[in-house]
């Protein structure tokens, strides 16, 4: 069976084939949700990532493709995270997947890492191909969604930052929103704030917290938008300028109908007052605004994030699939 290497970036016709993979296996694994946009496709094949050195691989017939991602991030270059191995419904079980796996724990190997980790739905064919292999589920979760009405006939986004009244006001406190990159003033306090994941659940993870600094988040930030997305961050500030809450909604695809909400995290030190259903309640609000055409809105949450589960409930949030991390020892 012939495993080939691509080129990184690969080219147009290889993105097209990679996307047409993928979307074979999402609509046999996750029927009614729509394959990946090709801006989506090309944006993470042909553009860079920003904590590591892609490695991708695809089957000569165009029936399966794996891609891995080695941090080089100098906390984390022990591990890797596959970022995707899917084959095609009707080339299953045929040795496609163990031969894109040979080529992948090869890399590793050779790259003198420990460990790789992945997301993967609990229940479906992922979850049985990687427990074949020897991984384990370090981090149990789930997807969620929350499904945005139309709201026809809306008012252009306001101006000013800060919008009084309302559901999502944080008394004390001053809600921002910033599309794209984050600006200057508040960056590095923005980065400090993301210091605060780290008391978030990791479960048995090889993968270490790194440091965030204002370059290595306006990198991240500025990768999302270099793939061709959309990126909005909502912080409540102090009284000083400094940032107590975040959160952040990406739309890889900016005309599709599906964004994630990455983080959202609170400071410690003012936690219990509300500022993550503020920043929450803000950034849905942004979303209908900004993107019309938005209509669902994901994210995941770690199964002993009670707390976090509780307010994306009161929210709207519901909950759509078992997810989970598992990794791999090498």
Not at 34 to 52: D, F, I, K, N, W
Request: hydrophobic share 45%; proline share 8%.
């Amino acid at each position: 069976m012939k495993i080939r290497s691509l080129a990184v970036p690969p080219s147009d016709a290889e993105v097209d084939a990679w996307r047409a993979v993928l979307a074979a296996a999402r609509a046999a694994d996750l029927p009614g949700r729509t394959g990946p946009a090709r801006v989506e496709v090309a944006g993470r094949l042909q553009v860079a990532p920003a904590r590591g050195r892609a490695a991708l691989w695809a089957d000569g017939d165009g029936r399966g493709v794996a891609g891995l991602l080695l941090f080089t991030d100098g906390a984390n270059d022990h591990t890797a995270f596959l970022d995707v191995l899917a084959v095609r419904p009707d080339a299953r079980r045929r040795g496609v997947g163990t031969a894109l796996w040979a080529r992948v724990r090869e890399e590793l190997l050779a790259q003198g890492r420990t460990s790789v980790s992945a997301v993967l739905d609990v229940g479906g064919p992922g979850e049985a191909f990687a427990r074949s292999l020897g991984f384990e589920d370090v981090l149990p979760m789930a997807w969620y969604a929350q499904e945005l009405p139309e709201l026809p006939e809306l008012p252009e986004p306001p101006e000013r930052p800060e919008v009084p009244g309302g559901p999502e006001t944080a008394p004390g406190y001053a809600l921002h929103c910033w599309p794209g990159l984050s600006p200057d003033g508040h960056a590095a306090s923005l980065a400090a704030a993301h210091g605060a994941m780290e008391d978030a659940p990791s479960g048995d993870m090889d993968e270490k917290v790194v440091s965030w600094t204002a370059d290595r988040l306006h990198a991240a930030q500025r990768l999302v938008l270099d793939r061709g997305g959309r990126f909005l961050t909502v912080a409540a500030l102090t009284p000083a300028g400094e940032v107590a809450a975040y959160t952040e909604l990406v739309l890889a695809d900016p005309e599709g109908t599906r964004a994630v909400q990455y983080d959202t995290v609170v400071v410690p030190a003012h936690r219990g007052r509300g500022l993550g259903r503020a920043v929450k309640l803000r950034m849905l609000a942004e979303a209908r605004l900004r993107h019309p055409g938005l209509r669902y809105v994901d994210t995941t949450v770690a199964d002993e994030n009670t707390p976090m589960r509780a307010l994306n409930e009161a929210l709207g949030y519901r909950r759509e699939r078992g997810a989970a991390v598992f990794q791999l020892r090498l």
